[in-house]
């Protein structure tokens, strides 16, 4: 999965579409996500290094990534697969 690549995330969590005109506002981990995403991580490292910095379950952590993914989805900021 990958963001799409004219989506402008700012380090205070300030996300902009310029396909739809809509900006958003993520927390730091948000933005952290995002950022692995734009990078090309995989779900596997984005989860370990998520995990490890925040001290967060695997359940805990792929419901939360899940949720997340899905409201990127919603707001079209992922590319379709």
Known sequence: ?????????????????PDTGESFTVNPIGVEIINLLKENKETSEISNQVRVKYTVDQPTFEKDFDDFIGLMRNYSLIEND
């Open 1 to 17: 999965m990958k963001i799409k690549p004219n989506i402008a995330v700012s380090d205070s969590g300030f996300v902009f579409n």
